[in-house]
C-alpha cells in the first residue's frame, strides 16, 4: 500500500548554535491515543471492518493474486523485511517472496513503509496535524490516506499487472466487488448507502482501516506520559544524546518525522534498472521516515540498502554514498555531521523505546471473494 517497512533517516548533527535546551526538550512528545479522521470519513467500526477485508482481499490486484497485506503484513510491523518488495507475480512473504516463473515485473521501487501509526501522518512538535492533508510515500506525491490506498491498485508492480490500464484499475475493481453480494452488504452497511460501492468508499474504507493500526503505548509513550520506569538508563541516555547531538532536528513530534523532504545520497539498489531521483522538482529527495517500530520493519532507507541500524548510523560517516549526489547536494545538517558512530549503542537504546508490540496483528480466516487472504503468500 504505502510505496515503500519503516525507514530510518537519522540526520545526526551538532546543535545549532543558540538552540536552546528548552527547544530541545520540545521537540519530543508522545503520540495521542486517538487518530484523528477526516470530517467525511469518520471512524466507525463497520468501516474498519470492511477495510479489514479489503486489504486482505486479493480480489483489488489485477491477476487476484495480490493483497495490501501482501507487502503490508503484521508479522513485520505492517512493512515488509525486504529492501524492495515483489507485488505483482510474487509468491511468498517477507524476504522468502520471489517472482513466479516466467517473470516480466519488476521490482516496486521503493521500500515498503509501515503502515502502524501512518493516520498521524503530517503530526508536528504541538500535536496538530490534518488527517485529508496528511503526506504520503516517499516522495510526497499525494496526500490523505483516501488517496494513498487506491494508488498501488493502479500501480503495474504493485497490484495492477497487465489486467488493465491504469485509468481504469479502480473502476474495475469496483466492478469485481459490486459483483460479490456480501461486499454489497457491507459496503451499504458501512455508509449507509445501498449503492456504496464505488472509488471514493474503497479509498475511504482501506482509509479507516489503516488509521485502526495504532502503536502509541512504546516506553517513550510511558515514559513521557509520566512513568519514569518506563525507559532504562541507558534509553534516557540515549534520548539525551539524541536531542543534544541534532537529530531532533528533523526527527521531531510524535512520529519522529518533520515530513520534509532532505536529499542524503543514500545509495541506490541495484535491483533497480535506473537511479531512484525521489521528489521530481527536488532530486534524490526524500521524505523523513518516522523512527518508531524499526525493530520490526528492517531494511532502513527508501531503497532498503541497509540491514541493520548499525549500518544506518556508519552510513553518515560516509554520506553521500550515491555517484549521483554530490557533497554540496547534501543536506546542510548531514553535512555538519561529526563522529555519528560514537556512542551509537545508546543512540540505538533509545530508538528501541519507541517500539510497540501491542499493535493489532488480526489475519481474517476468510475474505468475501473467497480468495486465499493476503495473496500467495505461503
Not at 505483482?88 to 520471489?98: C, K, M, P, S
Not at 482501506?206 to 488509521?211: G, H, I, Q, S
Amino acid at each position: 500500500m504505502l510505496g515503500g517497512s519503516a525507514t530510518l533517516f537519522l540526520l545526526l548533527y551538532p546543535v545549532l548554535e543558540g538552540q536552546s535546551q528548552g527547544r530541545r526538550q520540545e521537540a519530543l512528545s508522545s503520540l495521542p491515543q486517538y487518530v484523528n479522521a477526516p470530517s467525511d470519513n469518520p471512524l466507525s467500526a463497520d468501516r474498519v471492518a470492511l477495510g479489514r477485508l479489503l486489504f486482505w482481499d486479493p480480489i483489488l490486484s489485477g491477476n487476484r493474486d495480490v493483497a495490501c497485506a501482501s507487502c503490508h503484513h503484521p508479522r513485520f510491523g505492517y512493512a515488509e523485511n525486504r529492501d524492495l518488495s515483489i507485488g505483482v507475480n510474487g509468491v511468498g512473504l517477507g524476504e522468502n517472496r520471489r517472482f513466479a516463473s516466467p517473470n516480466a515485473i519488476p521490482f516496486v521501487k521503493r521500500n515498503s513503509q509501515t503502515l502502524l501509526n501512518v493516520g498521524f501522518n503530517g503530526i508536528n512538535r504541538a500535536g496538530q496535524y490534518n488527517p485529508a492533508a496528511a503526506p504520503m510515500f516517499w516522495d510526497l506525491r499525494v496526500t490523505s490516506l483516501e488517496t494513498q490506498a487506491l494508488e498501488p491498485i493502479k500501480a503495474f508492480e504493485e497490484m495492477r499487472g497487465d489486467a488493465y490500464p491504469e485509468d481504469g484499475a479502480v473502476a474495475a475493481v469496483v466492478a469485481r466487488l459490486n459483483a460479490v453480494p456480501e461486499y454489497r452488504a457491507l459496503f451499504a452497511k458501512a455508509f449507509g448507502d445501498e449503492n456504496a460501492v464505488n472509488g471514493a468508499n474503497l479509498g475511504k474504507a482501506l482509509a479507516a482501516f489503516e488509521r485502526s493500526l495504532l502503536a502509541n503505548n512504546s516506553p517513550f509513550d510511558r515514559y513521557m506520559a509520566g512513568d519514569r520506569n518506563a525507559m532504562t538508563a541507558i534509553q534516557i541516555q540515549g534520548m539525551q544524546r539524541f536531542q543534544r547531538i541534532g537529530c531532533s532536528n528533523c526527527h521531531n513530534g510524535p512520529m519522529f518525522s518533520d515530513y520534509e523532504s532532505h536529499v542524503l545520497g543514500v545509495p541506490d539498489n541495484g535491483k533497480l534498472p535506473q537511479s531512484d531521483r525521489g521528489i521530481k522538482d527536488e532530486p534524490y529527495a526524500f521524505r523523513t521516515a518516522s523512527l518508531r517500530n524499526l525493530a520490526y520493519t528492517a531494511p532502513y532507507m527508501h531503497s532498503g540498502a541497509f540491514q541493520t541500524l548499525q549500518e544506518v548510523l556508519k552510513f553518515y560517516d560516509r554520506a553521500p554514498q550515491n555517484p549521483n549526489v554530490g557533497r554540496q547536494q547534501v543536506d546542510r545538517r548531514v553535512r555538519r555531521l561529526r563522529d555519528p558512530d560514537d556512542e551509537a549503542s545508546v543512540l540505538i537504546a533509545f530508538l528501541s523505546a519507541l517500539n510497540d508490540d501491542s499493535f493489532d496483528k488480526t489475519i481474517p480466516s476468510r475474505v468475501p471473494s473467497g480468495l486465499t487472504p493476503g495473496g500467495r503468500i505461503q
